[in-house]
């Protein structure tokens, strides 16, 4: 028997990196570096028990900044762009959705490519809403996204509860 996994196995891909960081005016407090960690421990948490994704904490070089997988089967048949895009925003969803639960989380930040939208006041949103979101704010973004596109969503964390900041 081999531990090489078979050739027509579907293998998981990152489909979305969640990234937690200070709001920009709270970097160098330790009590807002502290809180950072306790919510990247929640939301680890939270998105480990989540079906159809596997999570894990990933190394970053910032010191300030917990970051977290979110792993997914794509399937090696051809898809269509669109459902590719849905299966992305789906783990954004996802990593939404555990982030809306952390009141200490005051901006979502969702990146695609290079391309963004922010959200404030965070609540969990559904695929499609974030679908129009990206297709109104970058008309065309379904057709340019591949199998290696990445998606990250940013969290902007603040010390105090609600905090609504940069």
Known sequence: ????????????????????????????????????????????????????????????????AGVIVLLGVIGHQVIAQKDLIIAFLQAGTAAISALAKQRRVSKIELSLDGDSISIEHPDPITAQRLL??????????????????????IGKVSKQVGRIGK
Do not use: W
Request: net charge negative; no cysteine; hydrophobic share 40%.
């Open 132 to 153: 129009d979101l990206f297709e109104a704010k970058h008309p065309g973004i379904a057709a340019k996204v591949t199998p290696v596109s990445k998606l990250q969503v």
């Open 1 to 64: 028997m081999s531990d090489l996994p078979a050739a027509n196995t579907p293998q998981p891909v990152v489909l979305a990196e969640i990234v937690l960081v200070p709001l920009e005016d709270e970097e160098d407090d330790f009590e807002t570096l502290s809180v950072v960690e306790d919510v990247t421990a929640s939301v680890l948490s939270e998105t480990t028990a989540m079906e159809h994704y596997t999570a894990q904490i990933a190394s970053d070089s910032r010191r300030s």
